[in-house]
């Protein structure tokens, strides 16, 4: 059986990640929400099974974000990649902090980090 994500039948959109949603659903946490907890900015496209992933482990955490559409501006796209340094998307900020992409983002969730960072605690 081929894998989620891959085999016939499936659109070639650039994504090679078989597992978008695997990730376990955590409740929400308590991170505080408000002045200090520092904004959420997405990268995007439309077509971005790495993005709807992201968006969902964000809302699994009780967490907004501010979505940038690339694909629908040129100049936002320029931007990312200056910040970035990379192409791909999702593309995720915690205020100044470049967190990467979702890969990235359950990475620093599983070594425990990504709540402080939500949080805007500094180590
Ligand atoms: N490991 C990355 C994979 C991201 C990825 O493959 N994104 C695709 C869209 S879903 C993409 O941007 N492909 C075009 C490119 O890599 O420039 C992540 O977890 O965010």
């Not at 809302?59 to 796209?77: F, H, Q, Y």
């Not at 100044?96 to 070594?111: N, S």
Request: overall charge neutral; aromatic content about 6%.
């Amino acid at each position: 059986m081929s894998p989620a994500g891959s085999g016939p039948g499936r659109p070639d959109i650039g994504c090679d990640h078989p597992t978008f949603l695997s990730f376990r659903r955590t409740p929400l946490s308590d991170t505080p929400q408000g002045a200090t907890a520092p904004e959420v900015i997405l990268y995007s496209t439309a077509i971005c099974p790495y993005c709807v992933a992201a968006k969902n482990f964000l809302k699994s955490k009780g967490r907004d974000w501010t979505e940038v559409r690339i694909d629908l501006d040129p100049a936002e796209r320029e931007k990312m990649i200056a910040r970035a340094k990379r192409t791909s998307v999702p593309q995720i900020f915690v205020g100044e902090v470049h967190v990467g992409g979702y890969d990235d983002m359950i990475a620093l969730h599983r070594a425990g980090k990504l709540d402080a960072l939500l949080a805007g605690e500094t180590a």
